[in-house]
């Protein structure tokens, strides 16, 4: 234990499996899928119609007059886990508006957000007004709604966060790398306290329809099981949406301002698969790089992982490739790994994923109790992996890994330790 140690003071998160965090856990322990037929979906007549969304809330009402005219549903989302984030953590000045803090010098807090596409839903709508009605008719309001740094900036005017703040874009690895980068900037002394986390709101009939042309989503008609990681019938992810946010300080800090850890980021690993722009290396070459820096990093040898929240997806080659990667990692131990994927539940929340998987590896850590992969029936032969299917397991563990893996080849990984 060191008073530099990075630690998680807080985490807010909205997600398919639930809205704040607690419900979120809770949905993922339940293990019942979020998927569900999407009727905008099936009005835009895409070639999948099943979709994972967050539960329903109106912008206007929680986060002020005019938020869903001026802000993308991605920046709508972002605001929500932030502001729980720094609610959980401690830093709200308790007032009429919980994104007034105290207590912490503005000028060094720091934000950074990952997100994959950014202002989806505002392409789709501006695109076909500019071809039907003209050059003059295309909103002022297109740029900075549909901008994938808005939601990183937003967050910071709301809070008055004047430390660093940029957006991280490494497509489905953006979450974890946001919260790698945080890591780094408050080892090196840039800031005092980091916001750091991921959103996705890329549900659209045009994000739907690319992805389903290119053979990524699945194809199963039935919401109930479509999502199943590891799954011998796996034959793409369901897409879905949601955003995380979690309170990175160093341990005296946290300590300073009477805020109780919930975690340590104790390790962070990035890599490139410098492969494919889709497709993973078959060995997982490039996520198991990722992990062993991430182990590295924390001063780990493989025996001292006892659970693994997997990227997962329910594809057939990332589950393969992420398979092969966690045995070239973990040799003999990988048969002593508790693995899951949450994405039975939540489906994938693309450059939100690392960031909600990190939130539920921090929670399994902390509770000791790692959720079931939701839809596992009958496990491909191939991944010999203890995936935990059915119940939640209870598990004594001392440390957990997240993994990530996004388009481009970029990889994620993140160890957190018992505070």
């Not at 005019?66 to 959980?88: C, P």
């Amino acid at each position: 234990m060191s008073d530099h140690d990075i630690v998680v003071t807080g985490f807010g998160v909205i997600s398919p499996s639930g809205r704040g965090y607690d419900a979120a856990w809770d949905g993922v322990l339940a293990g019942a899928t979020a998927a569900a037929v999407d009727d905008f979906l099936v009005d835009a007549g895409t070639p999948v119609t099943i979709a994972c969304r967050v539960p329903t809330f109106d912008p206007d009402a929680e986060l002020g007059r005019g938020t869903a005219r001026r802000l993308d549903r991605f920046t709508h989302l972002a605001l929500i886990a932030a502001r729980e984030a720094v609610v959980n953590a401690g830093l709200s000045a308790g007032d009429e508006d919980p994104f007034t803090l105290a207590g912490i010098d503005l000028d060094r807090l720091g934000i950074i957000l990952g997100s994959g596409i950014g202002g989806a839903e505002t392409w789709q709508d501006e695109y076909p007004r500019y071809l039907d009605k003209g050059p003059a008719r295309v909103s002022p309001m297109f740029v900075p709604k549909m901008l994938s740094n808005t939601a990183a900036g937003t967050v910071a005017i709301r809070t008055g966060a004047r430390g660093p703040n940029m957006t991280v874009n490494t497509a489905c690895a953006a979450g974890g790398s946001a919260m790698h980068m945080a890591r780094d900037l408050l080892r090196a002394g840039t800031a005092d306290i980091m916001l750091a986390g991921g959103v996705e709101a890329g549900i659209t009939g045009l994000a739907v329809s690319a992805f389903a042309q290119m053979g990524a989503l699945t194809r199963n008609p039935d919401p109930a099981t479509a999502s199943r990681p590891f799954d011998v019938d796996r034959d793409g992810f369901v897409i879905g949406e949601g955003a995380a946010v979690a309170v990175l300080e160093t341990r005296a800090h946290a300590r300073a301002r009477g805020a109780e850890p919930l975690a340590v980021l104790a390790g962070a690993g990035a890599s490139a698969d410098a492969y494919h722009a889709t497709a993973p290396p078959e060995d997982g070459g490039g996520a198991a790089l990722a992990m062993r820096r991430a182990l590295d990093d924390a001063g780990f040898a493989p025996a001292d992982i006892g659970h693994v929240n997997a990227h997962g997806t329910s594809t057939p080659l990332n589950d393969a490739a992420e398979t092969r990667a966690l045995h070239h990692v973990f040799g003999d131990h990988t048969t002593k790994l508790v693995v899951t994927s949450t994405k039975g539940v939540t489906g994938h929340l693309l450059g939100a994923a690392g960031a909600v998987e990190a939130a539920f590896s921090v929670r399994a850590l902390r509770e000791q109790r790692v959720p079931p992969t939701a839809n596992l029936v009958n496990q491909d032969p191939e991944i010999h992996l203890d995936v935990v299917t059915g119940q939640p397991r209870d598990v004594a563990f001392e440390a957990v890994l997240s993994t990530s893996m996004g388009f481009g080849g970029q990889n994620a990984a993140l160890v957190f330790t018992a505070a």
